[in-house]
């Protein structure tokens, strides 16, 4: 029988795990799998990008195992994006001139910097960050220079102010709004935020906007702001926000969204049946998810689809994803929840601060305070995975909820029991791991933490998740092994 021709165009981290179910699930046996891979290396961490700096290689980002793609049958093509996509005949033209025939076709194209059109954009060592090459471009551009600023305050932009610092250059950080990640943190813990990297010896210039980049009188540029003032500096880095890398599929004539990103269904099916969209390029129900996780959820979606497109009921479909995060910038906690915004209907709002030891938390809770919508946690986040696992899992708060985010010796409540989850719950959101599955591990004798990652992939993402995973290993982990010296 004739194998059908898959081809997936990007291999960032999102279509690596594409590649990843699809092997799992023994689909590339059925498949005639090529991947085309823009950039000259295959799949690395951008999650970790800014350890670069401080020593780690391509190699140790690298997302791929050794020989992945000849010990499965994969065809690789680095340095070869698509050009073009023919839908009526199922051929892709590469960069490099080739034509290709599909059968299927998976679109993985992720995102790309988004540069304001600032006048002076494109002067040289003004940059943006977002692969390995322009980390590069940066170590390069930062040998002689001894100012640098970040044009972007956000998530990412934070990322790229602590390369600037760790490369040992005076950092700022130019930001539109009034605070720093305006999206996740409200104005208290962005004050908080503001003011523990700036202890940190970073320049932070919030409310500014950058009307054009000209020569400098000291050094290399002057960035003139829309207040009438301005900032000098070596080396500019963009870092102002994402956007979906659609033009493939726009060009062909597959939908698109109003403001961008390739319209999917449930199963990740764009417009054309035959092509499926994952990951930052796609748009679900109105809305690009630029975090990872969801991404792979998208991918599991797919492949399942794949797998069983003959009877899609048995399918699992893709139906949204969680937007909370917990990252470390620059050495700092920050945490946030779901409604971290209060933007609920009579949502109501518990706020505790601490300005010595500088913590800020708040919790958003519903109306009748029995359920958590949302939080944010600046300088200190151990209360996370307890709050978050009582959001996803819809459970009760107790009487007092402000003793969630009080400190112990004010009488805070103890650690949700994750022994008591319900075996539904995703305790692991980078890998959709439930705990179901880690307590079937564990039974099925994975009683140590490098088993169970090796075993289900938990804790090899963010690492969030892995104060629950020991905690089920030391519950359960001790059973198994009993059980397994009377199995003996």
């Keep these: 029988m004739k194998q059908e021709r898959l081809v997936v165009i990007g291999n960032g981290m999102v279509g690596q795990k594409y590649l990843d179910h699809l092997v799992a699930d023994g689909l590339h046996h059925r498949y005639q799998v090529t991947v085309l891979c823009a950039e000259p290396r295959p799949a690395y961490d951008r999650v970790h990008l800014s350890e670069f700096f401080t020593g780690r290689s391509s190699e140790d980002l690298s997302l791929v195992p050794e020989r992945f ?10 340095s070869e994006g698509a050009d073009s996509i023919d839908l009526q005949n199922k051929t892709i033209r590469t960069a490099k001139g080739a034509t290709l025939d599909y059968d299927k076709l998976v679109l993985a194209t992720g995102s790309y910097p988004f540069v304001p059109p600032v006048p002076g954009r494109g002067r040289p060592s003004c940059l943006v960050y977002r692969t390995i090459e322009d980390l590069e471009a940066i170590m390069a551009s930062g040998r002689d220079a001894e100012v640098g600023a970040v044009i972007g305050g956000g998530l990412l932009g934070l990322e790229a102010a602590k390369a600037l610092r760790d490369i040992g250059l005076q950092t700022h950080v130019v930001e539109f709004a009034p605070r720093l990640m305006a999206v996740q943190v409200d104005d208290g813990g962005g004050a908080l935020l503001r003011r523990k990297i700036e202890q940190l010896g970073v320049f932070v210039h919030t409310g500014m906007n950058t009307t054009e980049i000209i020569d400098g009188e000291f050094y290399r540029h002057r960035l003139n702001f829309a207040d009438g ?10 870092s102002a926000g994402i956007r979906p890398q659609d033009t493939l599929a726009r060009d062909a ?16 099916r764009t417009s054309d049946p035959d092509v499926y969209a994952i990951g930052e390029c796609a748009l679900w129900g109105g809305r690009i998810y630029g975090l990872v996780a969801p991404g792979y959820e998208m991918a599991r979606a797919a492949v399942s689809h794949l797998r069983h497109r003959r009877d899609e009921t048995l399918a699992v479909p893709f139906t949204g994803a969680d937007m909370s995060t917990k990252l470390k910038l620059m050495g700092v906690d920050v945490a946030s929840l779901g409604d971290a915004h209060a933007s609920t209907p009579g949502a109501c709002c518990y706020r505790y601060e601490d300005e010595r030891k500088q913590i ?23 209360e996370y995975n307890t709050l978050l696992q009582l959001m996803l899992n819809d459970m009760a708060l107790p009487e007092t909820p402000e003793q969630l985010i009080l400190p112990a010796a004010q009488g805070a409540a103890p650690a949700l029991d994750v022994t008591r989850l319900p075996d539904s719950a995703t305790l692991c959101q980078c890998q959709n791991v439930t705990k179901g599955a880690l307590c079937q591990a564990i039974a099925e004798g994975h009683c140590d933490l490098a088993a169970i990652k090796q075993c289900t992939g938990a804790a090899t993402g963010c690492g969030g998740c892995e104060p629950m ?15 397994a010296e009377v199995g003996t």
């Design 69 to 78: 793609f000849e010990r499965h049958g994969l065809e690789l093509r680095l």
């Design 229 to 238: 003032g301005h900032l000098e500096a070596d080396l500019v880095v963009f």
């Design 360 to 382: 800020y938390k708040k919790l958003v809770v519903s109306e009748d305070g029995r359920r958590l919508l949302g939080g944010v946690l600046v300088g200190d986040a151990r």
């Design 253 to 268: 004539g597959l939908a698109v969204g109003e403001r961008g990103g390739i319209v999917i269904d449930n199963h990740c």
């Design 469 to 483: 995973v020991r905690t089920l290993l030391d519950t359960f982990g001790v059973e198994a092994d009993a059980l």
